[in-house]
């Protein structure tokens, strides 16, 4: 058993850490302090090796003592990923799994917290799990970024658009996502829904 601390926000070539050398990362209530959430996780999935576990534990709701003690701290504000939050720094549970997905675990799961007197879930645990199946990207393969930084995409069923979303994302950029179906729906962030012909 060995143990590291490494920063999140950097890829573990920079640390001298080597892609898909641990089995299992944990951590508490650090995810949400990151500039980018999905850049982070990126950089945790790459870290594990196929089959290898994150799982960790995160607040979900803001509440009014949070922000008036952490949100004296500069770290409270500094994230840039405003696609995914707007507003404060924290992600529900199903946003955490959402973007878990995302970032290329393909099983995830989450523990729900204590519910507060305002409604809203406290501490809550997230597992997540990389694929057994995952070949290691190669060392001299580099993802640029894109001159672009906002995108839209039609998605069919195949996964081909989604993982193009994927990857974007994790580079910075704002993806929004146009898919078929039966009505207009539109889920007022970055996802639509369309009827073929209209």
């Known amino acids: 058993v060995e143990f590291k601390i490494f920063d999140l926000e950097k890829p573990g070539v920079e640390q001298e850490l080597a892609a898909g050398a641990f089995d299992f990362i944990i951590g508490t209530n650090v995810l949400h302090a990151v500039r ?26 803001p509440q009014l003592w949070t922000d008036t003690v952490f949100g004296l701290t500069s770290g409270w504000w500094r994230f840039t990923d405003r696609d995914l939050r707007p507003e404060q720094p924290l992600l529900k549970r199903g946003q955490w799994e959402t973007v878990l997905r995302e970032t290329g675990f393909v099983e995830t799961t ?10 809203g ?14 070949a290691s990207v190669p060392a001299e ?10 995108w839209l995409i039609f998605a069919d ?6 993982e193009l979303v994927s990857r974007l994302r994790v580079l910075g950029a704002r993806c929004r996502v146009a898919t078929q179906g039966n009505h207009f729906e539109f889920d007022g962030n970055d996802a639509f829904t369309l009827r073929p012909g209209r």
Not at 36 to 61: C, K
């Open 36 to 61: 980018d959430v999905r850049a982070a996780l990126h950089n945790l999935h790459g870290l594990l090796a196929p089959g290898g576990s994150l799982i960790f534990m995160d607040t979900a709701t």
């Open 110 to 119: 989450s523990l729900p917290g204590l519910t507060g007197p305002t409604g």
């Open 121 to 134: 879930e406290g501490q809550i645990g997230l597992l997540a799990r990389k694929s057994y199946e995952e």
């Open 141 to 150: 393969t580099h993802l640029q970024a894109p001159e672009e930084k906002s």
């Open 157 to 162: 069923a195949s996964g081909v658009g989604d």
